[in-house]
């Protein structure tokens, strides 16, 4: 599945970033949807066709050639979808190679998990990750972000733990609903409710972050 930050982020984020220095072709509008939720899309309808394995199988090759479809158009590939991908092809291999579909049902928790440490990590480190991807969409302050960054990695957390509960409580097809239409829905939740802090850390294009 797409991770959930990619999710979070597309909500934030408004117009691709065009560089001042150098021509850039915006992608096509289609490129990013497909890249990043057609894999998921693949891996429910195989999995309501056929069975997990199938559909472990299929998420595997799409993501792929998302990948690779990425690369041919922009000629480069994101690096969150690589690192899903990598992860992707990680516990979905052990999945069908030890015929144990554990593996692939603790993929979201591995995702969520690594995600919120990374986040963790940068603001221990003083390092604001998501300025960095956001910041040319959405201009806060630096103390604005590290409350963000801090909400993001808790919410990475509880969805890591949620996911590990569900999936070792319910059944398979109950996780494969929650997988691809609750963590959604979720992440969507958590993202309205920082409205208010977007709002209240906000500046100008021009002003300066680290006023407040």
């Given at each position: 599945?797409?991770?959930?930050?990619?999710?979070?982020?597309?909500?934030?984020?408004?117009?691709?970033?065009?560089?001042?220095?150098?021509?850039?072709?915006?992608?096509?509008?289609?490129?990013?949807?497909?890249?990043?939720?057609?894999?998921?899309?693949?891996?429910?309808?195989?999995?309501?066709?056929?069975?997990?394995?199938?559909?472990?199988?299929?998420?595997?090759v799409a993501t792929a050639l998302a990948l690779a479809l990425s690369y041919a158009?922009?000629?480069?590939?994101?690096?969150?979808?690589?690192?899903?991908?990598?992860?992707?092809?990680?516990?979905?291999?052990?999945?069908?190679?030890?015929?144990?579909?554990?593996?692939?049902?603790?993929?979201?928790?591995?995702?969520?998990?690594?995600?919120?440490?990374?986040?963790?990590?940068?603001?221990?480190?003083?390092?604001?990750?998501?300025?960095?991807?956001?910041?040319?969409?959405?201009?806060?302050?630096?103390?604005?972000?590290?409350?963000?960054?801090?909400?993001?990695?808790?919410?990475?957390?509880?969805?890591?733990?949620?996911?590990?509960?569900?999936?070792?409580?319910?059944?398979?097809?109950?996780?494969?609903?929650?997988?691809?239409?609750?963590?959604?829905?979720?992440?969507?939740?958590?993202?309205?409710?920082?409205?208010?802090?977007?709002?209240?850390?906000?500046?100008?294009?021009?002003?300066?972050?680290?006023?407040?």
């Amino acid at each position: 599945m797409p991770s959930c930050i990619k999710q979070s982020l597309d909500l934030a984020q408004g117009s691709p970033h065009k560089s001042d220095m150098t021509e850039v072709k915006s992608p096509p509008s289609w490129l990013r949807p497909v890249v990043e939720y057609g894999p998921i899309a693949i891996f429910f309808v195989a999995f309501n066709m056929t069975d997990l394995f199938i559909a472990t199988a299929s998420i595997m090759v799409a993501t792929a050639l998302a990948l690779a479809l990425s690369y041919a158009v922009e000629r480069r590939v994101p690096m969150m979808p690589l690192i899903t991908a990598v992860i992707v092809g990680i516990f979905g291999g052990l999945t069908l190679w030890l015929n144990d579909e554990t593996f692939i049902k603790m993929k979201p928790t591995i995702i969520q998990a690594i995600f919120g440490s990374v986040l963790i990590g940068g603001l221990l480190a003083n390092r604001l990750f998501l300025k960095f991807l956001m910041g040319s969409a959405l201009h806060m302050t630096d103390k604005g972000w590290r409350i963000l960054t801090l909400r993001f990695s808790l919410f990475f957390y509880f969805s890591a733990i949620l996911n590990e509960a569900i999936w070792r409580s319910q059944s398979t097809d109950f996780w494969v609903n929650f997988k691809v239409f609750g963590l959604l829905g979720l992440t969507i939740a958590f993202i309205i409710t920082q409205f208010p802090l977007f709002k209240r850390f906000s500046v100008k294009g021009s002003g300066d972050p680290n006023a407040h």
